[in-house]
């Protein structure tokens, strides 16, 4: 089974940080593009940011400046890393991850059950 498993999120104050983590687990070989999306309340999901195997890097621009997503390919781990917190940031992050070799064979656009962010103001 392979799964990603994400960690962090909570509440906030506009200003502060907060730090997400992602865990792909299960007999993964190689994976391509991991990244962050979000979902507030009553609009569609939308990239935050992506980091593929070379570490190259790509961000919304309404977080740009403000977070960082770095990755750990050893460890099949990403973090996002929240500065400067804002009240528009709120809503469920979801960890992705596309074009995965597994023992199972390939699989692609795999996602986390998602974890809870509130920036309050």
């Known amino acids: 089974q392979v799964q990603l498993v994400e960690s962090g999120g909570g509440l906030e104050q506009a200003g502060g940080s907060l730090r997400l983590s992602c865990t792909a687990s299960?007999?993964?070989?190689?994976?391509?593009?991991m990244g962050w999306y979000r979902q507030a309340p009553g609009k569609q999901r939308e990239l935050v940011a992506t980091?593929?195997?070379?570490?190259?890097?790509n961000y919304a621009d309404s977080v740009k400046g403000r977070f960082t997503i770095s990755r750990d390919n050893a460890n099949r781990i990403i973090d996002l890393q929240m500065n400067s917190l804002k009240p528009q940031d709120t809503a469920v992050y979801y960890c992705?991850?596309?074009?995965?070799?597994?023992?199972?064979?390939?699989?692609?656009?795999?996602w986390g059950q998602g974890t809870q962010v509130t920036v309050s103001s």
């Open positions: 980091i593929d195997s070379g570490g190259s890097t």
């Open positions: 299960g007999r993964i070989f190689t994976i391509g593009v």
């Open positions: 992705n991850a596309d074009r995965l070799t597994t023992a199972w064979g390939p699989r692609y656009d795999l």
